[in-house]
T-cell receptor
Framework: EAQVTQNPRYLITVTGKKLTVTCSQN?????MSWYRQDPGLGLRQIYY???????DKGDVPEGYKVSRKEKRNFPLILESPSPNQTSLYFC??????????????FGPGTRLTVL | GEDVEQSLFLSVREGDSSVINCTYT??????LYWYKQEPGAGLQLLTY?????DMKQDQRLTVLLNKKDKHLSLRIADTQTGDSAIYFC?????????FGKGTRLHILP
């Protein structure tokens, strides 16, 4: 089954404790992206990757890192989480770049709470 | 402005048509999208329209595009309880997709 998986689905952590949210897709997609969703702000892009070893900042990259060592995985790293990073995070992938008509597949979301 | 704008809430009676409106900013956007997010789930692409089209129909969904006014709308005919969700308008911009804040569609019995 074609899918994007994220882990964990729920995480409560404390300020400053490094964490990683994993994202994996099994569709051989080149394009992967991370978004955060906040009430009243909609979806905002954090980072995206056009291909292996190619990553670019989205609209709200501060406080986050990503890596794309393999095509299928695109982890989101919070080196020193802060409460303002409490949010719902979505990973997405598509075969080609975001501007194509190819469906962008979204993961189920990771709800992160930073105390 | 830089944002994709849409109203935050819409209430519609079951069986009526729902019309969700959106304004976008980039006249060079190639594609415009409508995504649906059901409670507790990720986003799902509902439909898209290429910028040289005025209208696209897909079963109960009709998308209208007014390029002059940069206005996009999604009409859902015969709205059902299963249509209750948040609907996101989005535009392609360079290598990104820019999303609106989402319109929560509430179905009244």
């Amino acid at each position: 089954e074609a899918q994007v998986t994220q882990n964990p689905r729920y995480l409560i952590t404390v300020t400053g404790k490094k964490l990683t949210v994993t994202c994996s897709q099994n569709m051989n997609h080149e394009y992967m992206s991370w978004y955060r969703q906040d009430p009243g702000l909609g979806l905002r892009q954090i980072y995206y990757s056009m291909n292996v070893e190619v990553t670019d900042k989205g609209d709200v990259p501060e406080g986050y890192k990503v890596s794309r060592k393999e095509k299928r995985n695109f982890p989101l790293i919070l080196e020193s989480p802060s409460p303002n990073q409490t949010s719902l995070y979505f990973c997405a992938s598509s075969f080609d770049t975001a501007i194509s008509t190819d469906t962008q597949y979204f993961g189920p979301g990771t709800r992160l709470t930073v105390l | 402005g830089e944002d994709v704008e849409q109203s935050l809430f819409l209430s519609v009676r079951e069986g009526d048509s729902s019309v969700i409106n959106c304004t976008y900013t980039d006249s060079s956007s190639t594609y415009l999208y409508w995504y649906k997010q059901e409670p507790g789930a990720g986003l799902q692409l509902l439909t898209y329209i290429f910028s040289n089209m005025d209208m696209k129909q897909d079963q109960r969904l009709t998308v209208l595009l007014n390029k002059k006014d940069k206005h996009l709308s999604l009409r859902i005919a015969d709205t059902q309880t299963g249509d209750s969700a948040i609907y996101f308008c989005a535009e392609s911009r360079s290598d990104k997709i820019i999303f609106g804040k989402g319109t929560r569609l509430h179905i009244l019995p």
